[in-house]
């Protein structure tokens, strides 16, 4: 399943497949076309690129020993300069065909990639064919000379090792590029960042062995480059946690399952502050999570970022509004938790009030924690604030709430055990309390 976020539409897969081969079939006869014009051009361009690439400052060591082959390279540079033509055209029409199904960051960072490695992919080949292969080339036609050999090349092997470099190097800069915008994007972090290697490492691989099938040894080192150069230019980058990252303890349950709790706090537009120490767990603000679709995609990215396990939201005046959010955090393997549905500051009579019940309603959990859990730490709570006033409900019904407090009221949410172990406690205190 995947998630079904607000601006989502109910569209069938064959209308995605009909959108996508309209696109695609667009694009393929538009790439021919403008193919097709440049084959009116391409010898110039290829006798220019020659020009560039020959070492020789006569010109009368490059040769043309396969003609067959040459009619190949025409209509494999016309094919190249029709692509190159259309790029623009090309990430348009991939980014209009992704958007509607990606949440904003991801929309962000794949209108970055598409620009980004747009630009790579035309600045590479412009650098590789201007500068990089005429300086290799001329490397090697010094060395021959010196070694007293007559230097003679095969135009048709320059230019097809030419492409097949700039092939390697476009691979490499896109996985970098990729490491990158998703790290700055904020799609990036330590717990998918294996997820994302595998993967880009994975596709280079691919392509390089099916490019230069048979070649054993060479794909064994394009391999090897292309991992250690994609490493070794991301990993002072990817080893940043993002803004996304959340510090939270990994609690054990009854079972010896790691659990981890996140708080979604949803203002609601509230000018109090509330006291964030109260949280030992993962405690994150929202402004308007019950109606803004960008801080619920938001809620989605930290649960997937830091894998919780469960996550329990309060503050909220609309709690209606919040069940669209309920399956998506389940698709999200997060168990949506209503422990604090109530917990609101418009039903207490001060922010100290509020803040006084968050401390207890977090003491009185009793998921992943149990029963003796809670009752030491929210008997350790009345012990340190003997001015309170204990208000005890059942757990079982988290949506009741008292329809009347008093100023210095403890609302306490505690299982019958716990309340009766609590209420006896505080019998040999002496402490005054209230059954609600």
């Not at 391409?42 to 006569?58: A, F, G, I, T």
């Not at 799609?187 to 596709?203: A, D, E, P, V």
């Not at 080192?221 to 250690?228: A, G, N």
């Not at 003491?363 to 012990?383: E, T």
Request: net charge negative; proline share 3%.
């Amino acid at each position: 399943m995947s998630l079904q976020l607000e601006k989502d539409a109910k569209v069938s897969i064959q209308t995605h497949i009909d959108e996508f081969s309209s696109r695609f079939s667009i694009l393929i006869v538009l790439w021919l076309m403008v193919s097709l014009i440049w084959m009116l051009r391409v010898d110039l361009v290829l006798e220019y690129v020659v020009d560039v690439l020959d070492p020789c400052s006569n010109n009368n060591c490059s040769n043309l020993y396969n003609p067959a082959k040459w009619s190949e390279i025409r209509w494999l540079g016309a094919a190249l300069l029709g692509f190159v033509t259309i790029i623009p055209i090309i990430a348009l029409q991939f980014y209009t065909f992704s958007k509607p199904g990606l949440m904003k960051s991801e929309a962000k960072g794949l209108m970055f990639w598409l620009v980004f490695s747009s630009l790579v992919f035309i600045a590479n080949i412009i650098l590789t064919i201007l500068f990089i292969m005429p300086s290799l080339f001329g490397i090697g036609h010094e060395i021959q000379v010196d070694l007293g050999f007559t230097p003679k090349y095969d135009i048709v092997t320059m230019l097809s090792l030419s492409i097949g470099i700039i092939w390697v190097e476009i691979l490499i800069a896109l996985g970098i590029l990729t490491l990158l915008v998703a790290n700055s994007t904020g799609n990036l972090s330590g717990k998918n960042l294996t997820w994302w290697k595998f993967r880009i490492h994975g596709i280079i691989s691919m392509l390089i062995i099916l490019s230069f099938y048979g070649q054993i040894s060479f794909i064994i080192f394009l391999l090897l480059t292309s991992y250690v150069c994609i490493e070794m230019v991301t990993s002072p980058w990817i080893k940043k946690s993002t803004r996304l990252s959340l510090d939270s303890p990994v609690v054990f349950d009854q079972y010896g399952v790691d659990r981890k709790i996140l708080f979604a706090d949803c203002e609601c537009e509230r000018k109090e502050t509330i006291d964030t120490d109260l949280f030992t767990n993962a405690y994150y603000s929202f402004k308007k999570l019950c109606e803004n679709s960008n801080e619920q995609e938001t809620l989605y990215q930290l649960i997937n970022t830091n894998e919780f396990t469960d996550m329990i939201v309060f503050g909220c005046k609309n709690v209606e509004k919040m069940s669209h959010i309920e399956p998506n955090v389940y698709i999200s393997k997060c168990k949506f938790r209503n422990d604090f549905i109530t917990h609101n500051i418009e039903n207490y009579c001060s922010l100290k009030q509020y803040n006084m019940n968050t401390k207890v309603r977090i003491a009185s959990l009793v998921d992943p924690w149990n029963n003796d859990q809670a009752y030491q730490k929210i008997l350790q709570v009345l012990q340190e604030n003997v001015e309170w006033m204990p208000v005890f409900v059942s757990n079982d019904d988290f949506q009741y709430f008292p329809d009347t407090i008093n100023a210095n009221d403890l609302v306490i949410y505690a299982s019958e055990i716990t309340k009766n172990k609590l209420i006896n406690r505080l019998n040999d205190m002496r402490r005054k309390y209230i059954i609600g």
